[in-house]
């Protein structure tokens, strides 16, 4: 048994990869100024997150999660935060269509600022310098200056987050994410493909329906004019979280800067910092697995995290790259399996199939990003267990920063248009056609359960 938890008492537990601040006072200041703003989203929005993953748990939705590896200080602008809404919003069109199930709907977005990274310093043009670790922590230029940790970022990352969410909810309670309103739903920069037709045919029929509905039911499909948009980030910079969790013990303690924090895969320690601060919170809380973790391991994760083994109160991400799935994933599913112990799994199929170029540029290949989606399915099908959900990197705009899919990307197209200042992300259309695939083995999932 672990002692009583409180918001702070992470801080007696070693925290990896937190930025060393030598300026003191300053950081006082920002955590004293953080603690007492406004919380970004609420505890009875938190709830209603959390009812909508027990659906998730009980396989009547799909969790679908995506946006940035990391949100950057000047992406903060209408336009991108407008396209990366557009495109979960349509991506969650085609997953309800294939699956015909619900979709909840969750951006790595306000506040997916903070970044761990594998080793404390980067060469960058033969010279060492800090690692960048996220808008929040430094600047991602190539200077020893702008690489020098400052609180004061803690404060901006948290504007930043207000901003995009009031954008986000202003676009998803009003006309925006009207479904009576089909032309907001238009493809962009998108080939005629037999996915984009697909899509037009979709459309067409939903649209119909709407109709249908408006003349049958009128006045019931208020519904329709809106959709449930949540936010995650990766729990990373304590600092920050836990000046924005608030509550007290007899109603509980919620993080009010995101609905739904994750626990990265290199900060998942047992006996570490970021497990223990999630741990008291009544959030849903993430979970990346990657190849290291053993099935006895992450039984014990599962069992600090949940101590009341309540179904939907972990999600499992699991990023195991698409030639080590096989090998890594039935192990992990007996294990839970055999425990009783509750979770959602959800595949997340970027971060195992991350490569570089001769030229060293990060990439990650269409297909084997598709392959390990597949797997997934597969895997998850043949140990009588479900795959809930998919957690994506990806971008409204039209980037070209993993190669392959529809257009084909090559290794030169690369040059054209590298936004990200970490990890490639798939473009606008690369994600619709990975929604398309994943459609389809959503009817097979639904049609063999
Ligand atoms: C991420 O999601 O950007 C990330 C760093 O993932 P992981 O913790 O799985 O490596
Ligand atoms: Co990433």
Known sequence: MRPEWYPQCWRELSALQQPEYDDQESLQCVNSTLTAAPPLVTAWEVDRFRGQLSAVADGRAFLLQGGDCSESFIDCEAGTILRKLKVLIQMSLVLIWGGRQRVVRVGRIAGQYAKPRSSPTEVVDGVTLPSYRGDIVNGSEPDIRARRPVPERMLRAYERSAMTLNYIRALSEGGFADLHHPENWDLEFVRNTPGSRRYQELLSTFSEA?????????????????????????????????????????????????????????????????????????????????????????????????????????????????????????????????????????????????????????????????????????????????????????????????VGGPGDLSEKDLERDYRSTVDPRLNYEQSMEIAFLLAEQLREQALSH
Request: proline share 4%; with cysteine.
């Open 210 to 402: 709407v109709q249908v509905l408006d003349v049958v039911a009128p006045g019931n499909s208020a519904e329709l004019s809106r959709v449930d948009f949540f936010t995650s980030h990766e729990a990373l910079l304590l600092e920050y979280e836990a000046a924005l969790t608030r509550g007290d013990r007899r109603s509980g303690y919620y993080n009010l800067g995101t609905h739904f924090p994750w626990i990265g895969d290199r900060t998942r320690q047992l006996d570490g910092a970021h497990v223990e601060y999630c741990r008291g919170i009544r959030n849903p809380v993430g979970l990346k697995v990657g190849n290291t973790v053993s099935g006895s391991e992450l039984i014990e994760l599962l069992r600090i995290l949940n101590p009341n083994n309540e179904p939907a109160k972990v999600v499992l991400i699991h990023r195991f790259g698409a030639g080590r799935i096989r090998e890594r994933l039935p192990v992990l599913l007996d294990a839970v399996s055999s425990s009783g112990l509750s979770a959602v799994w959800c595949c997340d199929p970027m971060h195992g199939n991350t490569v570089s170029t001769g030229t060293g540029v990060k990439t990650r290949a269409f297909d084997d990003i598709v392959s390990e989606v597949f797997s997934a399915f597969q895997i998850h099908r043949e140990h009588g267990s479900r795959l809930s959900g998919i957690h994506l990197e990806l971008t409204g705009d039209d980037v070209t920063e993993c």
